[in-house]
């Protein structure tokens, strides 16, 4: 009687055990690797402590290899992932094909910066929590600016650039006025051109999705480049991206370099960059159109539908995402750290505003549009890109074209007809050009 | 005046060769160097090449963010599984077509071979699909059969090629001895081609373990292998290029020293049946 009695007991036990642990929910958290989203690791602590029952498993990967693998899993559904880690290129396009479930416990959703916030929102629901947002602007060399006898405006034209770049440029000492992206590829010339391209009143479709490299626009577009490079640019501009170009920076070789608000907190930081202390920011150029050349990016946090683990991922982004975050990141490592871009809040607290790029990160978000995002009507959202699926593989196409034109392969009258019949037959065989 | 003449050639090959030996290694050493500096050194302009202040720290660092050993333990299975069973099936298939070929066993041959010209993307969602409702995603069994199947063919054409080269009486006589196929195949053919089985076993190793489109569509965590570490340190928008260093000297260290002890059977696996 006694053996029964126990054996019920262990029993009992041993289901009370399965009950507990099969309670506990994993889930899978597919992210690139940045630092603000490695800092996000070493700090789930704070999460796991008041959520026990959820456990957090990291699949970090770079940007690229990423989007391939989140893509293909959430196209087929097959379920890999519970957290996704995703760019404001996908948002608009997954949250319409209904991949994505709308975020519900996001904290304060008003406070979030609207150029961020719209970018993310479907249908007037909110598809992805930004974790990081960005926009670009112009980083240049203080001594360098002031010994070439200039003075860089807080918002200066395409004009100053060329100007100042020329003045500062000296081949001999392997000094070169300006470091712009020359690398092919969607996310990396094309990102940079098509944002330039609507300071100069450029657009990629009329309203009728016909493609517009034909357009004077686009020709004064790529001249305007090919010949700023061509006088001021680094030797080998078509292989550099935005490392490359950080490298050059970094070690004293670029006057000015116009990229990533993102890139402020690594040419300031006296560990890696050798001008740490000589870095000035300026809004990124313009043409006197009314549009600026830069544009926005967030980084942020969606669920893809058909999850099983629906409530503990709403609660995760509502964590990651939370002012309360940005405050745990500042004590543990100080406000330069705090990821940026995303909380009004943020600004408007007087230690941030401290930190030296922040007040020119905010002007720089705040003065791209994604869905106005040139001078003329487009009939599509996107400052840097188009928000359709087809856009990655045309533009990463163009972006070869124009790299080729860069290194000198081709003329820009060339490779702008290259570029219009291109893009033409994509768009035809993808059924909007009828 | 032949010797003078003959010892300066014999110079200047050996000069030539071990220049472009280090050329083609320099890739490798460079990533090991750089392993050992700072980020700020690893990107520095002029690059400095042996005088850098030598730091064990990019180690440490990945060492403390990525379960190491898990993915080398997953890159070890995935390469000896689909290896081992790749040869079951390459072995009897190899001694079929030396031994008893049929009138299309060429042109089976080159099929098989043509497999390899197919772009691995145009298969990826199809077998993506397949993996999703067989429950294959991340698991160490579909890994294994991607990668057997990926690397058969070769598989089966260097065993071919090797046992080509034995003659086929000696099978004949052990047949009249009134050995059975099996017997045939693990006590007399099998011995004679330990040599080729095992270049083709390293080969397959080394094309296993470097695998990276397949491990890195259908792996997430629990069978991910070395690829994936290394690509946990790669970043478009950020220099952590001595991380990524650390995590490459650490992914390829296993494979090197296998290759560099196993070099005198890699090389006459890959130049087999070159030179007639």
């Given at each position: 009687m006694k053996s029964l009695l126990a054996g019920i007991l262990g029993a009992i036990s041993l289901a009370a055990l399965a009950s507990t642990a099969s309670a506990e929910t994993t889930l899978t958290i597919a992210t690139v690797n940045n630092g603000d989203m490695i800092r996000m690791q070493g700090l789930t602590e704070d999460f796991t402590k008041n959520n026990p029952d959820i456990k957090l498993e990291w699949v970090t990967l770079e940007e690229n290899v990423l989007r391939e693998k989140v893509t293909t899993d959430i196209a087929t559904k097959g379920g890999q992932f519970d957290v996704l880690t995703i760019g404001t290129y996908e948002v608009p396009i997954w949250g319409k094909k209904g991949w994505l479930v709308p975020l519900t416990q996001v904290d304060d959703p008003a406070d979030l910066l609207p150029a961020i916030a719209g970018g993310l929102t479907v249908d007037g629901k909110l598809m992805a929590a930004p974790f990081y947002g960005e926009s670009s602007?112009?980083?240049?060399?203080?001594?360098?600016?002031?010994?070439?006898?200039?003075?860089?405006?807080?918002?200066?034209?395409?004009?100053?650039?060329?100007?100042?770049?020329g003045k500062i440029t000296n081949k001999d000492k392997e000094i070169y006025g300006v470091c712009l992206r020359g690398k092919a590829g969607w996310g990396e010339n094309m990102a940079f051109l098509t944002a330039t391209s609507n300071s100069f009143g450029a657009r990629w479709f009329d309203e009728n999705w016909a493609p517009q490299f034909d357009q004077k626009e686009w020709k004064d577009t790529l001249d305007f480049y090919l010949e700023l490079m061509k006088a001021d640019g680094p030797p080998g501009a078509?292989?550099?991206?935005?490392?490359?170009?950080?490298?050059?920076?970094?070690?004293?070789?670029?006057?000015?370099?116009?990229?990533?608000?993102?890139?402020?907190?690594?040419?300031?930081?006296?560990?890696?960059?050798?001008?740490?202390?000589?870095?000035?920011?300026?809004?990124?150029?313009?043409n006197g159109l009314g549009k600026r050349g830069n544009w926005l990016w967030a980084w942020s946090l969606a669920i893809p539908a058909g999850t099983q683990k629906e409530e503990a991922a709403q609660k995760f982004i509502g964590w990651a995402t939370s002012k309360g975050y940005t405050e745990l990141v500042a004590s543990k490592e100080g406000w330069a750290n705090v990821p940026p871009g995303t909380r009004t809040s943020l600004y408007a607290n007087p230690e941030y505003a401290k930190v030296p790029f922040a007040k020119m990160t905010l002007d720089s978000i705040n003065s791209a549009d994604p869905t106005k995002p040139t001078v003329k009507p487009v009939p599509y959202v996107g400052v840097q890109f188009v928000a359709i699926p087809e856009f990655a593989g045309i533009a990463t196409s163009v972006g070869q074209i124009f790299s080729a034109a860069l290194a000198g392969e081709k003329t820009s009258d060339e490779a702008l007809a290259e570029a219009q019949a291109v893009t033409t037959r994509e768009m035809t065989k993808a059924g909007y050009i009828k | 005046?032949?010797?003078?003449?003959?010892?300066?050639?014999?110079?200047?090959?050996?000069?030539?060769?071990?220049?472009?030996?280090?050329?083609?290694?320099?890739?490798?050493?460079?990533?090991?160097?750089?392993?050992?500096?700072?980020?700020?050194?690893?990107?520095?302009?002029?690059?400095?090449?042996?005088?850098?202040?030598?730091?064990?720290?990019?180690?440490?660092?990945?060492?403390?963010?990525?379960?190491?050993?898990?993915?080398?333990?997953?890159?070890?299975?995935?390469?000896?599984?689909?290896?081992?069973?790749?040869?079951?099936?390459?072995?009897?298939?190899?001694?079929?077509?030396?031994?008893?070929?049929?009138?299309?066993?060429?042109?089976?041959?080159?099929?098989?071979?043509?497999?390899?010209?197919?772009?691995?993307?145009?298969?990826?969602?199809?077998?993506?699909?397949?993996?999703?409702?067989?429950?294959?995603?991340?698991?160490?069994?579909?890994?294994?059969?991607?990668?057997?199947?990926?690397?058969?063919?070769?598989?089966?054409?260097?065993?071919?090629?090797?046992?080509?080269?034995?003659?086929?009486?000696?099978?004949?006589?052990?047949?009249?001895?009134?050995?059975?196929?099996?017997?045939?195949?693990?006590?007399?053919?099998?011995?004679?081609?330990?040599?080729?089985?095992?270049?083709?076993?390293?080969?397959?190793?080394?094309?296993?373990?470097?695998?990276?489109?397949?491990?890195?569509?259908?792996?997430?965590?629990?069978?991910?292998?070395?690829?994936?570490?290394?690509?946990?340190?790669?970043?478009?928008?950020?220099?952590?290029?001595?991380?990524?260093?650390?995590?490459?000297?650490?992914?390829i260290a296993p494979i090197l020293v296998l290759g560099w002890f196993a070099q005198k059977q890699l090389v006459r696996g890959l130049t087999f049946g070159a030179v007639k």
């Open positions: 602007m112009v980083m240049y060399r203080t001594d360098l600016v002031e010994a070439a006898g200039e003075k860089m405006p807080d918002a200066p034209t395409w004009a100053d650039i060329k100007r100042i770049a078509s292989s550099n991206g935005f490392n490359e170009n950080l490298a050059l920076f970094n070690a004293g070789k670029c006057g000015m370099w116009i990229d990533a608000t993102v890139a402020a907190s690594f040419v300031t930081n006296p560990k890696d960059s050798k001008v740490a202390d000589k870095v000035g920011f300026a809004l990124a150029p313009d | 005046m032949a010797r003078a003449v003959s010892t300066r050639r014999k110079l200047f090959f050996t000069a030539l060769s071990w220049t472009i030996a280090f050329l083609i290694f320099f890739p490798v050493l460079w990533t090991v160097l750089t392993s050992f500096k700072t980020e700020g050194e690893a990107v520095s302009i002029p690059p400095t090449f042996l005088f850098f202040d030598w730091t064990l720290e990019n180690y440490a660092v990945v060492q403390e963010r990525s379960d190491y050993v898990k993915f080398a333990m997953n890159s070890v299975y995935l390469a000896l599984g689909s290896t081992l069973l790749a040869l079951l099936i390459a072995i009897p298939a190899a001694w079929a077509m030396a031994f008893a070929p049929g009138k299309r066993t060429k042109d089976l041959l080159m099929w098989m071979l043509s497999t390899k010209m197919m772009p691995p993307v145009g298969a990826l969602i199809p077998l993506y699909l397949v993996f999703r409702d067989l429950k294959l995603l991340d698991s160490h069994v579909g890994i294994i059969i991607v990668l057997m199947l990926l690397n058969l063919p070769i598989i089966i054409w260097m065993l071919y090629t090797y046992f080509k080269e034995i003659p086929g009486e000696i099978l004949e006589a052990s047949r009249m001895d009134g050995a059975s196929i099996g017997k045939e195949l693990i006590y007399v053919l099998a011995p004679m081609a330990v040599p080729g089985i095992a270049s083709t076993v390293l080969l397959n190793i080394i094309l296993a373990w470097n695998e990276s489109f397949w491990t890195l569509t259908l792996t997430t965590k629990d069978a991910a292998p070395l690829t994936q570490f290394i690509a946990s340190y790669s970043s478009p928008e950020g220099l952590f290029w001595a991380k990524l260093s650390a995590a490459s000297t650490m992914a």
